[in-house]
């Protein structure tokens, strides 16, 4: 297979709302190019793309797809991406590496909401970007509409490069970089190249001039060009607008029919000639502030962007060569981990079929097999200490759900599953709650745990259970309380005896002392959970001896481990020892420390015990019109609103929130706001639960205790 230079190489991404045609796109840019020899369609279940059994039960892409192909002497990489932000770890991924965003709007809808779900991530990449109006032959697309629409998403920095009309019932394609007129066959294919007809000339000669305009805006040297011409010719518009794209100041705008193949060849000869390509890109940064300039001469880096596990074939790594080039039997560092892996195969990916190639120079997408210390974010150099490139940032988790194996037996099996499908998706979060005892499973949605269900059991051979996590309380007490407790016990010889008088308090960094004591000893604990218990020694007398006070901090230690409301860890107690008694022959460590169990045990029921509960400092970034609503969600799960800022057209929402209403509250949210909201969230501390929920969660534990 032909190797193709960083400057012939172009990298685009398919991104786009679900159901905007990109499949079919990229089906029908495959078959332009004499790849394929037939069409497949995403109805037939046939395309080169949506190969995956998954795809095809629900009839749309789940996974992102390489692909490439080949026109005009260039080699077009493409990526075709889902259209749901449930998989918005693989559109991320596709952008990362690409050179150009193609972004593909359905006419009938024109940019909406998920046109801008997706805008919103795209646009954080200051990528290159252009847009195709695709389904312009529909009976129902409205190509006014849709374009501004997209204007009103992006601004004035979408410009046509064409526009659709029917011309004597045939649908015809105005190109006002060209200018000239494209009239397709009822069945689509090469068009007939024609002059514009007069009618639309006067309109094509204004989207001309504005496109000359954009264009010049981009560089000094044409700008004097333009004024000192009026105009600018082919070649000088193809500079300013690629200016304009690297500059993320000037989006083109084209139109196609991707299921007739109306377009298509245009669209592709502009990706050939004026798209950037990677060479044209800044260079990349590694972590330790390195640039990776992309040229063949240099040492070869290699980008991770992506790993699959297949049964038949194992694990499929996808790479970007970010400099240099790599030939198959390359020894290779893994810059994150220092192990050496051979490059023992190299493939072209199409969908699932392989094409080995020998070699891949900078700017070109790759795959390899049976990497064995390589996963998803790595850099594997020339050197093991070159640097390593900077990571992909994926979205936090917005569904947390526990996790078990149905078969109990097959717990371990599942964890195998579920380390080697995080490997794969790092949008997927897996960890393992100690307090609660639960594996925690973190996803971007119901469609993505719907998406790891299938492949648990389809791939995994293990079918998971999913529930509601525990919630990680706390328990404290808001009062003092006293009590004391007499561990009695005889058994023949020797038995066992310790009596605690002891006295608790709620503590709170700064109090002062304890009044009324003769103060002998103080201990602070660190507890490993969080909080305080700070330990009194105000024994006289020596009603008991020095030695067992360790004992009956012991005992207290080991009721705070497992509080009395909820079984949750104790927090924040100050613990005062002033009197009891003991046995000269009975008394010994673990009487004492019984005794300070119990004494503690019943001093904290007495001392008005609360619950705490952990909370998430929370950012929401939605539309202003939707604030209303949101907040009123928010107030009704009993978040603190904090404050509002604004950003361009969105709303920064800023609310302390409880972790316990949380289960569901990114699917609520994706139903008030059809999904425009994202929000973080991260731990923030813990609060008091209100009576009334304290009851009812303590009602809830004795009835599963019963």
């Excluded at 369609?41 to 749309?60: L, M, P």
């Excluded at 940019?111 to 129902?140: C, Q």
Aim: proline residues 4%.
């Amino acid at each position: 297979m032909k190797v193709f230079d960083n400057k012939h190489i172009k990298n685009v991404a398919f991104v786009g709302a679900h159901r905007s045609g990109k499949t079919t796109l990229s089906e029908t840019m495959l078959y332009e190019a004499g790849l394929i020899n037939r069409r497949g369609t995403v109805e037939q279940k046939n395309t080169v793309s949506d190969y995956h059994e998954f795809e095809h039960q629900r009839g749309a892409s789940v996974f992102s797809t390489p692909l490439h192909t080949e026109w005009r002497n260039y080699k077009i990489n493409i990526i075709d991406t889902p259209g749901l932000d449930d998989f918005i770890g693989d559109i991320i991924s596709a952008i990362r590496v690409s050179d150009t965003i193609v972004t593909v709007i359905n006419a009938k809808h024109g940019a909406d909401i998920g046109t801008e779900i997706i805008w919103n991530y795209a646009d954080r990449f200051h990528k290159p970007t252009l847009f195709v109006i695709n389904k312009i032959d529909s009976e129902k697309a409205n190509f006014e509409m849709s374009f501004n629409s997209l204007k009103e998403l992006v601004g004035n920095n979408a410009v046509l490069i064409q526009y659709p009309v029917v011309i004597d019932g045939a649908q015809c394609i105005i190109d006002v970089l060209k200018m000239r007129c494209y009239k397709f066959g009822p069945e689509g294919g090469k068009p007939e190249k024609l002059p514009i007809p007069e009618a639309q000339l006067d309109y094509a000669n204004e989207l001309h001039n504005i496109l000359v305009e954009k264009a010049a805006e981009n560089d000094e040297e044409l700008m004097e060009l333009y004024f000192d011409k009026g105009t600018l010719n082919e070649d000088e518009l193809r500079k300013g607008i690629k200016l304009g794209m690297l500059n993320h100041d000037m989006f083109p705008v084209f139109c196609v029919s991707a299921l007739k193949d109306m377009g298509t060849g245009r669209l592709m000869g502009f990706i050939d000639n004026v798209a950037p390509a990677a060479a044209d890109l800044k260079p990349e940064q590694t972590i330790e502030g390195q640039l990776i300039t992309p040229d063949v001469s240099a040492d070869t880096s290699l980008f991770v962007f992506k790993t699959i596990y297949q049964p038949n074939l194992g694990q499929i790594t996808f790479f970007k060569v970010m400099s240099g080039e790599v030939s198959c039997n390359d020894k290779l560092f893994n810059t994150r981990t220092g192990e050496s892996e051979t490059i023992n195969q190299l493939y072209i990916m199409d969908g699932k079929q392989k094409h080995s190639v020998e070699k891949l120079t900078v700017g070109d997408i790759g795959a390899t097999t049976k990497l064995k210390f390589t996963e998803t974010n790595d850099t594997l150099a020339t050197k093991a200490e070159a640097g390593t490139i900077k990571p992909i940032k994926y979205p936090q988790p917005r569904l947390v759900k526990a996790a078990f194996a149905a078969d109990k037996s097959e717990e371990e099996k599942l964890s195998e599953a579920l380390r080697r499908i995080h490997s794969q998706d790092l949008t997927i979060d897996v960890s393992y709650n100690s307090e609660t005892k639960q594996t925690l499973v973190g996803t971007q949605g119901e469609l993505h745990l719907a998406t790891l269900t299938w492949l648990l059991e389809n791939i995994y051979d293990v079918t998971p259970r999913f529930e509601t996590p525990k919630i990680s309380y706390r328990e404290t007490i808001q009062r003092s309380a006293t009590a004391n407790y007499r561990h009695k016990k005889q058994s023949g010889g020797s038995g066992q005896f310790g009596q605690v008088h002891l006295k608790i308090e709620p503590y709170f960094e700064g109090m002062p002392e304890p009044e009324g004591f003769s103060l002998r000893g103080k201990e602070v604990v660190d507890l490993p959970w969080d909080g305080k218990l700070v330990f009194y020694n105000c024994i006289v007398g020596g009603v008991i001896d020095q030695r067992y006070l360790p004992s009956i901090m012991k005992g207290i230690l080991e009721v705070m481990e497992s509080g009395p409301l909820t079984d949750s860890f104790i927090r924040d107690v100050r613990a005062i020892v002033y009197d009891g008694k003991m046995h000269p022959v009975d008394s010994n460590d673990i009487s004492f420390k019984i005794a300070g169990a119990h004494a503690f045990k019943d001093a904290f029921l007495n001392a008005n015990p609360k619950l705490l509960e952990p909370t998430e400092k929370m950012e929401l970034r939605l539309p202003e019109s939707m604030i209303g609503n949101v907040m009123t969600e928010l107030q009704s799960r009993r978040a603190i609103i904090q404050g509002i800022d604004t950003e361009t057209h969105y709303q920064i929402l800023k609310c302390t929130i409880p972790s316990a209403e949380l289960s569901d509250f990114s699917s609520q949210l994706r139903s008030i706001t059809q999904g425009r909201a994202t929000y973080t969230s991260k731990f923030d501390g813990y609060a008091v639960v209100p009576n009334h929920i304290q009851k009812e969660i303590i009602q809830k534990r004795e009835l599963l205790t019963v």
